[in-house]
């Protein structure tokens, strides 16, 4: 292969792993928004499950819709990690090359790139899994559902490790995009640069107070349901009399 053909090869590859990897933290924003609706009430929850089970055309729920959006996730995982797998080195004494200059420079940015390949790693098999639960379940979303999976199912630490890796995962390979395509100037300075990290920290943290806050509701939830798990919700306005 030539280098012209070569580099056009690497172009694309990071291409698809930016494309793959903006997608999936536009994705997982939306979902911590859509799952932290429960802080409103289990009626605006209850809400935001019908609209992923296709409220909008159809009166009865349509599970397959959710099943679909987990196979849709599932592939842009896939393809992300698959990408970015290819550019980790290859051999021990590329990790001891990097560990050194890691050791020696203290650089904020290089520690970040061990950061994300670290989140990125157990992304891969928790995200599976939770991935994989959704697709083979679901039916099980829900103000009760979710609050039973994560208390009677005893998948909270699965849930708690999800929510700090992929904020942390997200947050930073947002930064190192910009960075990397020189987006809207906000990597043409070193000042820059830093304000641009304090900005993604504070996403960061905002992102994983919403997560734990929108945790607790659940599991409040679910230990008042726990002798009744498995029912499902009904909200407010079907349950009063006429």
Known sequence: ??????????AWLDIAQGATGMALVVFMWAHLLAVSSILLGKDA??????????????????PVLVSLVALIVFGLLVAHALVAIGKLPSSYRQYRVYFRHLRAMRHEETSLWLVQVVTGLVLMFFATAHLYEIFMHPSEIGPYASADRLVTGGTLPL????LLAV?????????????????FGLADTT????????????LI????VLGFLTQAAYVKI????????????VPTAHTEPR
């Open 205 to 208: 943290s905002f992102l994983l």
């Open 1 to 10: 292969m030539s280098s012209a053909s070569l580099s056009r090869s690497t």
């Open 222 to 233: 679910g230990l008042a349901h726990r002798e009744r798990a498995g029912e499902r919700y």
């Open 45 to 62: 929850m209850y809400r935001v499950t019908r609209f992923f089970e296709g409220s909008l055309v159809s009166e009865e729920p349509l």
């Open 159 to 162: 849930g708690i490790i999800l």
């Open 167 to 183: 904020e942390v995962h997200g947050g930073i390979g947002l930064y190192r995009l910009l960075i990397k395509w020189g987006w």
């Open 191 to 202: 000042r820059q640069r830093r304000r641009l990290r304090r900005f993604v920290y504070g």
